[in-house]
């Protein structure tokens, strides 16, 4: 009963650096989303993948880029890492059973530490 | 504009009371869901609780309930017999049909600490 599965738990990054985030369901959900939790802030989306073949910019996308590389995976990209990145970032998905079901929760990850220097 | 507003950074509890953690909303959408999580201090996000904006009855899922208002925009979240094990932060959800992605935007959380 694996669910989402982020790597890796924990990273640490110098400016400037780049690195990718992965990210696997194993639930057969379409829909998927990458979020990052700043304290005070609650969960900000930044990228997500409403199904297969499709990304859309959520409410924080820059510095970020995206790729639905399947219907399991969802990987988020660093660029070029800046410590206003440093932050707790989840992945999430979720069932789109019915067009229009709209009461199904997002099922999130552990979560990735990232730390920016 | 905020649309899902948290207005109690953290709140105490004595064990076995209840609890109201509040949490209103702002939305023209008529259609709309309301969620709440629970992130203990491990960090995973566990969903606890839904309630539909269509929904005549206010939802409950064991010490959890749902006060829901939905002409002041409130969606409150009552636990009932707190334990030790309910400190953790809370998170208000809303996903609004109109937007595409059935993307969730989350409250700021509020922290409940549980005092034996």
């Known amino acids: 009963n694996a669910g989402v599965t982020q790597t890796p738990k924990f990273q640490v990054l110098k400016t400037g650096q780049s690195m990718t985030l992965q990210c696997a369901q194993d639930m057969n959900h379409n829909s998927m989303y990458w979020y990052r939790q700043d304290p005070g802030m609650g969960l900000r989306l930044i990228y997500y993948?409403?199904?297969?073949?499709?990304?859309d910019k959520g409410e924080v996308p820059n510095g970020y880029n995206v790729s639905r590389l399947n219907k399991r995976e969802f990987s988020l990209r660093l660029e070029s890492a800046a410590p206003s990145q440093t932050s707790v970032y989840f992945c999430?998905?979720?069932?789109?059973?019915?067009?229009?079901?709209?009461?199904?929760?997002?099922?999130f990850g552990n979560g990735t530490r990232l730390t920016v220097t | 504009a905020q649309k899902i507003t948290q207005t109690q950074p953290g709140m105490f509890v004595q064990e076995k009371e209840a609890v109201t953690l509040d949490c209103t909303y702002d939305?023209?959408?008529?259609?709309?869901?309301l969620f709440w999580y629970k992130q203990p201090s491990s960090g995973e996000m566990i969903f606890l609780i839904y309630q539909g904006s269509y929904d005549q009855q206010n939802a409950t899922e064991g010490r959890y309930s749902l006060n829901f208002q939905k002409a002041r925009k409130s969606a409150n979240l009552v636990i009932s017999a707190s334990q030790l094990g309910d400190s953790a932060m809370y998170f208000c959800?809303?996903?609004?049909?109109?937007?595409?992605?059935?993307?969730?935007?989350f409250g700021q959380g509020t922290e409940l600490s549980v005092k034996p």
């Open positions: 993948s409403a199904s297969e073949g499709t990304t």
């Open positions: 939305t023209s959408d008529p259609s709309y869901g």
């Open positions: 999430a998905s979720r069932s789109r059973d019915r067009e229009l079901a709209y009461n199904s929760p997002l099922h």
């Open positions: 959800a809303m996903r609004e049909i109109y937007n595409q992605g059935g993307k969730l935007i």
